[in-house]
């Protein structure tokens, strides 16, 4: 069928059936939809037969690139094999069972049980049911409250969105749930004002002691937070903040959960987040790279300790999905794994590309629209400001972002605008000559944005 139309016919289909996630949907009646057609590598085609080279690796999560075979020919034969069973009631099969060896072997230690999902919204919500069936099991049924921070990203369901500390998605959805307890973000560059970024970075931590000490340690079941802070604009923590974060969850006896929805699977030049900041998380959602995005699937890696309470203190935990574990998903999801593990390809983001990417992306702070070029492996983010030396932010949020945006499409790069931050998470098998690519595309675009600026100044 896609074969047969064109954009325009495409388009009116789309905007006649289609209600799409996380789009104003005034402006794509007005626009129409890009509609992607294809990809490879690194790079995608839309049905006008643009090119892109995708600075997002779709939504953080095509970690391995597009157009893998060995992901296809997996899928192919598990669903020759066994298309679907559930693992419910004392049920496996063997995608799922490797899938979980693998996982407690690529996890940092202590993590060795794995409760599988569908997403990453699930995996939190998972975390929420966990959790507090821990704290019951062990007799403290009044432990309940999850501590998360402001402008988190932890997905979209209703738990997803009550932990995530996104203010225009409560704001619609009379979010969050109760339960639910926020505290400040530790980004130094918006917040931090005059102080020291190490200051900064221990003051914001022991909120989260204040908050524990408010509502008494009693009811306290959980801490949440992303190792960096992704949708919410690539927040990188001061050094002194997850060593004093660690100090305050060792000292009360709460749980830390450690989304690893996007850090996971290579994006920060380690396995996992946890990794590049030396946590010990009690739970860990995750999803995105663990399949590339090539099937949906998620999961909560458990620690040991958590494990034996629920495994041996508890008869049947009420929770799952049809899907938990889906066979096809879950030989997906092995199959990249091999392919990140085999072809160094974390390994590589660590010590090579990673590296690259990083030097090329701080020459961009030297452009008078930049106030801060940072990153980690292949995380980066700029921040749009109207004045350099003071971080003043422009008048109007969010503008001159979606401008740079829009020129980095024009230029055949996708990069994207959080705001006035513009951020990048792109596929990890990115060479020295994309990331070239990437950086001076990212220049161009920058500069028409200042050129339209002035222009309108
Ligand atoms: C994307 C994301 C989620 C939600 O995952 P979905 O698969 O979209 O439900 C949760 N946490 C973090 C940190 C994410 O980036």
Same mark, same amino acid.
């Given at each position: ?160 969105? +009550? ?116 946590? +010990? ?21 458990? =620690? ?19 899907? +938990? ?36 992306? =701080? ?78 595309? =990212? ?15």
């Amino acid at each position: 069928m896609t074969n047969q139309l064109n954009t325009q016919e495409l388009q009116d289909l789309d905007r006649d059936h289609f209600l799409h996630p996380f789009t104003n949907y005034k402006e794509l009646n007005r626009k129409g939809s890009r509609i992607i057609t294809r990809a490879s590598g690194p790079y995608l085609w839309d049905s006008e037969d643009n090119c892109y080279l995708d600075g997002m690796a779709g939504l953080w999560c095509v970690n391995i690139g597009y157009g893998r075979t060995e992901l296809a020919a997996a899928a192919q034969k598990q669903m020759s094999e066994l298309p679907y069973y559930n693992t419910f009631f004392q049920t496996a099969h063997p995608p799922a069972i490797e899938l979980a060896s693998l996982l407690s072997e690529l996890t940092p230690a202590g993590l060795n049980h794995v409760f599988f999902t569908n997403s990453g919204s699930e995996a939190n919500d998972t975390v929420i049911r966990t959790a507090r069936q821990y704290w019951n099991l062990l007799g403290q049924p009044e432990k309940q409250i999850f501590i998360s921070r402001k402008n988190a990203y932890h997905g979209s369901t209703m738990a997803g969105a +009550s932990l995530g500390g996104m203010s225009a998605m409560h704001a619609q959805g009379g979010l969050p749930i109760p339960g639910i307890e926020h505290i400040d973000q530790p980004d130094w560059y918006k917040e931090g004002g005059d102080e020291d970024p190490a200051e900064f970075g221990i003051r914001i931590a022991r909120q989260l002691e204040e908050k524990i000490l408010e509502h008494g340690e009693s009811r306290i079941a959980a801490f949440i937070a992303e190792p960096i802070q992704g949708a919410g604009g690539v927040i990188i923590p001061p050094a002194t903040y997850w060593p004093e974060i660690k100090r305050i969850c060792n000292h009360y006896q709460i749980l830390l959960v450690v989304d690893e929805v996007i850090c996971g699977f290579g994006r920060t030049g380690k396995w996992f987040g946890s990794d590049l900041y030396d946590i +010990s998380p009690d739970l860990m959602p995750i999803a995105k790279g663990l399949s590339s995005g090539y099937l949906p699937i998620g999961g909560v890696m458990i =620690a040991d300790h958590v494990a034996r309470v629920l495994t041996e203190e508890g008869d049947e935990f009420a929770h799952g999905f049809t899907y +938990s574990g889906h066979p096809v998903c879950s030989a997906v999801a092995c199959a990249n794994l091999r392919i990140l593990r085999d072809e160094n390809i974390v390994s590589n983001v660590d010590s090579v590309t990673g590296p690259y990417l990083q030097e090329r992306w =701080a020459s961009l702070a030297d452009h008078p629209l930049v106030g801060e070029a940072r990153g980690v492996g292949f995380l980066g983010a700029l921040e749009l400001v109207a004045d350099k030396s003071a971080r003043k932010p422009f008048g109007s949020p969010g503008a001159v972002g979606a401008i740079c945006r829009d020129s980095c499409y024009e230029n055949g790069l996708i990069m994207r605008a959080v705001g006035d931050t513009m951020i990048i998470s792109p596929p990890l098998i990115l060479t020295k000559e994309h990331i070239d690519e990437l950086v001076e595309t =990212a220049h161009r675009s920058l500069d028409q944005t200042l050129a339209k600026l002035t222009g309108m100044r």
